[in-house]
Nanobody, 126 residues
Framework: QVQVVESGGGSVQAGGSLRLSCATSGSIFNVNTLGWYRRQAPGKPRKLVAQISSDGRPNYADSVKGRFTISRDNSKNTTSLQMNSLKPEDTSVYYC???????????????????WGQGTQVTVSS
């Protein structure tokens, strides 16, 4: 019913830039908060990198403030994360996180759906 797909990961040297994108699809009628999380060690919980509210207010982890910028396109239900001045410690799998409202196959509205993408690897070498 709802799909969340990230793209744009890759490998870059320290100081470089990458742009991650997240697309949502399905019978969505409202997208609320969009965010990016990362897990920096196996078995550790995912940590917030950045999120943006439905009215466009961003929130960033202290470790990425001034380097990363989150944005959203409400017409396409997408979000992007521009990552500049990348550091080796930014290496991780990045996950898109979405809160949204959607219709089921039976056209029943569901509010507060919470979905994760499959993750995209970002590797920063020194």
């Amino acid at each position: 019913q709802v799909q969340v797909v990230e793209s744009g990961g890759g490998s870059v040297q320290a100081g470089g830039s990458l742009r991650l994108s997240c697309a949502t699809s399905g019978s969505i009628f409202n997208v609320n908060t969009l965010g990016w999380y990362r897990r920096q060690a196996p078995g550790k919980p995912r940590k917030l990198v950045a999120q943006i509210s439905s009215d466009g207010r961003p929130n960033y982890a202290d470790s990425v403030k001034g380097r990363f910028t989150i944005s959203r396109d409400n017409s396409k239900n997408t979000t992007s994360l521009q990552m500049n001045s990348l550091k080796p410690e930014d290496t991780s799998v990045y996950y898109c996180n979405v809160y949204l409202d959607y219709f089921t196959e039976d056209q029943v509205p569901v509010r507060g759906g919470h979905y994760w993408g499959q993750g995209t690897q970002v590797t920063v070498s020194s």
